[in-house]
Nanobody
Framework: QVQVVESGGGLAQPGGSLRLSCAVSGNIFSVYSMRWIRQTPEKQREFVAAVDNEGMTTYTDSVEGRFTISRDNAKNTIDLQMNNLNSEDTAVYFC???????????????WGEGTQVTVSS
């Protein structure tokens, strides 16, 4: 019913930059908050950033000032600009979205399959 697809991951040097993108499509009535969540090599999951449908953003402390989340409501996409990367940013980055589909009147969170980000010299 709803597809969430991340892209833009890859290998970066310490201090380098990457830009991730996430696209949501399907039988959508409305998209509300969208988020980036990452899973470390130790299999820990942590919140990275979020943006709601009004453009308000939230960041975890470890990425504040380095990462920027942005949203295009017309396209149902979000981007994550990641600057000054360090080894602790190595993880699989997942996008999720709170979506109301046309057949239901409740919000459901849909997840993508993730994109790998590796920071290494």
């Amino acid at each position: 019913q709803v597809q969430v697809v991340e892209s833009g991951g890859g290998l970066a040097q310490p201090g380098g930059s990457l830009r991730l993108s996430c696209a949501v499509s399907g039988n959508i009535f409305s998209v509300y908050s969208m988020r980036w969540i990452r899973q470390t090599p130790e299999k820990q999951r942590e919140f990275v950033a979020a943006v709601d449908n009004e453009g308000m953003t939230t960041y975890t402390d470890s990425v504040e000032g380095r990462f920027t989340i942005s949203r295009d409501n017309a396209k149902n996409t979000i981007d994550l600009q990641m600057n000054n990367l360090n080894s602790e940013d190595t993880a699989v980055y997942f996008c999720n979205a709170d979506v109301k589909i046309t057949a239901r009147s409740i919000l459901v969170t849909y997840w993508g399959e993730g994109t790998q980000v590796t920071v290494s010299s």
